[in-house]
Every structure is written in structure tokens, then in C-alpha cells.
């Protein structure tokens, strides 16, 4: 089978973790053998790559094509309006890549779109293969079916698409749910969770790392992006009421001068670390040196963090939204908190410090998280699509 994998969610130059998870799935779909790829990881149209421009002049510098992991990429430039243009986007997506697509597909016979999440992306990618005869399947990853469908034309345009599609998957359980309710078959959903990489995130030699990063006593570690939706606010709230608890902050984004501020205000900025965005084979050092990993989301798909974490032998301690309950199962794994607020954060973390699962059961619960199943859960979705009879492969009821 040859995949055309879709999305503006993979890692690039500029952006070296940037979906990362969906690159980890595709290669261990490749791996496998009866698949062959190549990916379409369009990059917003921006004339400048000086430095003064930031984040914008470093996307306009990624490289028009890239080979990674022996999987060609392909960065194409659409035109995007910030802001005011985003209605237009999966549109000007669709214009933009139209023809290089068509391109690819001449040149390299294209079985199935896989496109990841479903706004812009996967409404860009059921125009093309609707124009192009090629058949797609779209994976719902998170904000995309838990938030961006409360826009009324965002909305219209994902329940289209995914009427188009001659597949969906959703990461979790919880994200068919949205579907559902707009109107889809749950029958045309399939539920394939993301997997872990077990030989990257592994337990480290845990008193060496500590003395590394010069930790003693309790330590809490929070890993994601610096936006609000992340919580790291609210973890911070919470570590003020843990005295001599040690956090430990990962990532970089807009919230950063803001939570640096709140720390100062709660008087625990000597007990926070900002350790910025920091490269994914330094995790491991991150989470086996905690105590345990805190997610305070107010919505998420699949946490990738919660199983990264889990398999360096840390617990989690996780906001109870979407499809966290799916992957926190067990006293194993950590535990879960609601309501979504400092106080109960405080309190699940001072019952798991004061009683934490063994390290090593920890690590055996994430060892039932490895890609093979989900890959093959894609390959037998694919395989029945492209083996369906001709009357099954269209689905148009409504209009884009």
C-alpha cells in the first residue's frame, strides 16, 4: 500500500518536536513492512527567513523537501491569514497544494490520504482526494473534535469532511463521541490509541540523574506546551500549597513570562525550574528524576507525556478530561483529579508522594502501550478500504 501521509502536525527543521507522535506512528507503520510512504507536511507561506522574524522566519526557512528516517517529507507553502483568514484556510491549503499533489500522485501512484487532524488539515485533504479519486482517512487527534467545532462554520466543515472520509480514527475513545453527535456512524470510526517508543523512554539510573540536576526531596515534573489549555498555571497554584516540593517545567510558548511572574507572586520561584524546550532524548533524564508527572489540562486527546512518563517508571497525576481516564488505569499508572482546580491537584499529589505505585509495576503498565497494536489497526482499516466494493466508496451528504 502507498500512503500519502498529510498533515501540517510533523516535526521539521524549525520545529523538531512538533508531532511527533505522528511521525512515531507512520514509522512503525512503514516498519512493518506492507506499507511504503511519503508525507505532505505543508508549512504556511511567509516571504523572509531573517531571525527578527521569529517563529515566521523560521518556518519560511524549512526546507522544501527533507528525508527523515528514510521517509521523504515534502514542505510545501500555502498561503495563510492569521487570525481574520482562518475560516479560508483549509480552502487556501487545498489551493495551495493542489497541484503538487496531483504532482505526486502521477509520479507515484498514491493508494490513500492519511491525513491528521481534521481542521485544516483533514478538510484540505477530503478536497483533494475527492478530486482526485484517492480515497483518505482522517485521525482526530484532540482540539480539533474537542474545541474548534464549537465554530459554527469550522463545524460544517469537519462533519463534511468527515463524511468524505472513508475512514476515521480518533486517538481515543472519547474523541468519537463529537462525531457521533454530529452525525457520523460510530461504525465509520475506529478507535486506534497512540503508541509509545519503549526503547527511547526507558527508566534512567534515577540517583544519577537527581544529583545531575541537583534535585533533593519531592519532585514534580510538568511537560507541554506554555499555553493555558496545559495547566501549568494551575500546577503552579497547587505546588504553593506542597511546601518543599521541587517542579519542574518543560516546554516554551507564550505563557512563559507569565508563569515565571506567577511563581515570583506565589513565592515558590525558588522551587520552580523553566527548563525551556529541551530535545526528546533528554525526557527520560526529566521524568525518571520526578517523582511524578503532572498534567493539568483542561482537554486533551491522548497525553503522549502520561505514556513517555510511565515508561521511565513515574507515575502520573492527571486532570480527568477526554481520553486521560483511557490511559490511566490502574493505581499502576498514577492517578486521575477533578475537579480541575490547584486544591485537588494538591491533594491527589500529596496521597501518591505519600504511597507511590513501585517503579517497575509502573513501567510494566506502559509496556501494554507499544505501536504494534495500532499499527495493525491501520493496516487492516486500509486494507478494507482499498478492498471495498465500489459502492461503498462514496458518502456525500453534505456539502464542504
Known amino acids: 500500500m502507498r500512503v500519502l501521509t498529510f498533515t ?8 523538531p518536536a512538533f508531532g511527533i507522535f505522528v511521525e512515531n506512528r507512520l514509522r512503525h507503520l512503514v516498519a512493518n513492512g506492507q506499507v511504503t510512504a511519503q508525507v505532505m507536511a505543508p508549512v504556511p507561506w511567509f516571504p523572509f527567513t531573517h531571525p527578527r522574524f521569529g517563529s ?19 514542505h510545501p507553502r500555502f498561503l495563510a491569514v492569521p487570525k481574520v483568514g482562518t475560516a479560508l484556510t483549509p480552502l487556501l491549503m487545498y489551493a495551495g497544494l493542489r497541484d503538487e499533489v496531483r504532482r505526486l500522485a502521477t509520479a507515484h501512484r498514491i493508494d490513500i490520504i492519511d491525513a491528521h487532524y481534521f481542521y485544516p488539515d483533514g478538510v484540505a485533504a477530503a478536497l483533494l482526494g475527492r478530486e482526485l479519486g484517492i480515497p483518505v482517512v482522517i485521525t482526530g487527534r484532540g482540539t480539533d473534535l474537542n474545541l474548534i467545532p464549537r465554530h459554527p462554520l469550522a463545524r460544517r466543515q469537519i462533519r463534511w469532511a468527515a463524511q468524505q472520509a472513508r475512514g476515521i480514527i480518533t486517538v481515543c475513545a472519547a474523541l468519537a463521541e463529537p462525531l457521533v ?3 457520523i456512524r460510530r461504525e465509520k470510526i475506529t478507535v486506534l490509541r497512540n503508541g509509545i517508543d519503549l526503547k527511547r523512554f526507558q527508566p534512567q539510573p534515577r540517583d544519577l540523574v537527581r544529583a545531575e540536576l541537583g534535585l533533593d526531596g519531592p519532585v514534580l515534573a510538568s511537560v507541554g506546551w506554555l499555553i493555558r489549555r496545559k495547566g501549568h498555571h494551575i500546577v503552579l497554584d497547587a505546588v504553593a500549597r506542597l511546601p518543599g516540593v521541587t517542579l519542574l517545567i518543560v516546554g516554551s510558548g507564550p505563557e512563559g513570562g507569565a508563569l515565571a511572574a506567577q511563581a515570583e507572586r506565589l513565592g515558590i520561584a ?3 525550574r523553566f527548563l525551556g524546550q529541551l530535545p526528546h532524548e533528554r525526557l527520560p533524564d526529566i521524568y525518571s528524576a520526578a517523582d511524578a508527572l503532572v498534567l493539568a489540562s483542561d482537554r486533551e486527546g491522548w497525553a503522549n507525556v502520561l505514556l513517555e512518563s510511565m515508561a521511565c517508571g513515574t507515575p502520573v497525576i492527571a486532570s480527568d ?3 486521560t481516564a483511557e490511559a490511566v488505569t490502574s493505581p499502576d499508572a498514577g492517578v486521575l483529579f ?10 491527589a499529589a500529596t ?29 487492516r482499516l486500509f486494507s478494507s478500504i482499498l478492498h471495498a466494493p465500489a459502492a461503498e466508496r462514496r458518502d456525500e451528504t453534505v456539502r464542504p
Open 8 to 15: 501540517m502536525l510533523f516535526p521539521n527543521p524549525a520545529q
Open 56 to 74: 515566521w522566519g523560521r518556518l519560511a526557512a524549512v526546507p522544501r523537501r527533507e528525508e527523515r528516517h528514510g521517509i521523504v517529507v515534502h
Open 181 to 183: 453527535r454530529m452525525g
Open 270 to 272: 525558588g522551587r520552580v
Open 321 to 323: 478530561v477526554w481520553g
Open 338 to 347: 477533578a475537579p480541575l482546580d490547584a486544591a485537588a491537584l494538591a491533594d
Open 351 to 379: 496521597r501518591l508522594l505519600a504511597a507511590p505505585p513501585d517503579r517497575a509495576a509502573t513501567r510494566a503498565y506502559a509496556e501494554h502501550f507499544s505501536w504494534d497494536e495500532t499499527t495493525r489497526g491501520q493496516i
